[in-house]
């Protein structure tokens, strides 16, 4: 099993930034990709960017430019540095985990809220 957990949510004016970090315990060799998901009331979960144990990178159109996914794998950490943040960022983010054996962990979500 794998635990995640969020920090670094909250309320930004557009235009600001905000970094997000999550931190795996429990089985984390067991982890393959890391990344970041988005999930807007009303609407299916997104991705947002992932980050594999050797620095590969993928990010969603929407933030590719504004948003940067780095990983510590010697931590265990992952984090999401979001800049020049626009009110459609507004969500609630999670973190992900997924095993070697494509089974997906979820961090509990932080809200991150983006004002116009």
């Known amino acids: 099993q794998v635990q995640l957990v969020e920090s670094g949510g909250g309320l930004v004016q557009a235009g600001g930034s905000l970094r997000l970090s999550c931190a795996a315990s429990g089985s984390t060799f067991n982890i393959g990709a890391m990344g970041w998901y988005r999930q807007v009331l009303g609407k299916q979960r997104e991705l947002v960017a992932t980050?594999?144990?050797?620095?590969?990178?993928n990010y969603a159109d929407s933030v590719n430019g504004r948003f940067t996914i780095s990983r510590d794998n010697d931590k265990n950490t992952v984090a999401l540095q979001m800049n020049s943040l626009k009110p459609e960022d507004t969500a609630v983010y999670y973190c992900?985990?997924?095993?070697?054996?494509?089974?997906?962990?979820w961090g509990q979500g932080t809200q991150v809220t983006v004002s116009s």
């Open positions: 980050i594999t144990r050797g620095g590969l990178t």
């Open positions: 992900n985990a997924r095993s070697w054996s494509m089974h997906d962990y």
